[in-house]
């Protein structure tokens, strides 16, 4: 049973270039989800998607951001212009929709911004 | 408003000996579920545990159990025969019914170290 994978696992880039993570959820999964974690927090919710659908964005979401779904499989997420304030681990978790629904999380990529 | 405290910044616990991780959680909704994952230094959060607000019996699974107090609005995690793996961060976290886009609240965490 393959889990949550992402891509690529570490990122280390200059102010104001783009970067985008890649992530592929359970196969039978039709929600998922993207959260940030710096360094001493519980992870914070940034989007949502069921299936193609991105139906949730938080207000950390900025401008810069956007994430994609396309034909409800993998995702992206983009971060345009970044900024040193960007620098955090990424997580994306996955779940099937039902009774004790339970998020299943990918190992992360983890970006550094200088 | 925080929803998940987390009032351990840190905790130790001797091999085999078993460890508490307290949680304490707010909110208004009668359906919710409660949540533990673990986080080693690799950055996973790996599920261990869940709680749904209904759910009559505290939940086990293997050497994790949940100590659920709905009225102290409480989901201590529980270690049974700590192993020295067992070492890392521990979160508590939440879903709402009443949040729609069904995302986890976490708290800040706890790290636990398992000694020898």
């Known amino acids: 049973d393959t889990g949550v994978s992402q891509d690529p696992r570490h990122k280390i880039t200059k102010r104001g270039q783009n970067v985008t993570f890649r992530c592929d959820p359970i196969?039978?999964?039709?929600?998922l989800y993207w959260y940030r974690q710096t360094l001493g927090q519980g992870p914070e919710f940034l989007t949502y998607?069921?299936?193609?659908?991105?139906?949730?964005k938080s207000r950390l979401l900025s401008d810069r951001f956007s994430a994609e779904r396309p034909k409800g499989s993998f995702s992206t997420l983009e971060i345009q212009r970044t900024e040193q304030g960007d620098s955090a681990m990424y997580l994306c978790a996955s779940s099937q929709q039902g009774l004790q629904e339970t998020q299943y999380f990918g190992p992360g990529t983890r970006l550094l911004v200088l | 408003a925080q929803k998940i405290t987390q009032t351990q910044p840190g905790m130790f616990v001797q091999e085999k000996e078993a460890v508490t991780l307290d949680c304490t959680y707010d909110?208004?909704?009668?359906?919710?579920?409660l949540f533990w994952y673990k986080q080693p230094s690799s950055g996973e959060m790996i599920f261990l545990i869940y709680q749904g607000s209904y759910d009559e019996q505290n939940a086990t699974e293997g050497r994790y159990s949940l100590n659920f107090q709905k009225a102290r609005k409480s989901a201590n995690l529980v270690i049974s025969a700590s192993q020295l793996g067992d070492s890392a961060m521990y979160f508590c976290?939440?879903?709402?019914?009443?949040?729609?886009?069904?995302?986890?609240?976490f708290g800040k965490g706890t790290s636990l170290l398992v000694t020898p």
């Open positions: 998607f069921q299936n193609e659908a991105q139906l949730e």
């Open positions: 909110t208004s909704d009668q359906s919710y579920g």
């Open positions: 196969s039978e999964h039709n929600r």
């Open positions: 976290a939440m879903r709402e019914a009443s949040n729609s886009g069904y995302a986890l609240n």
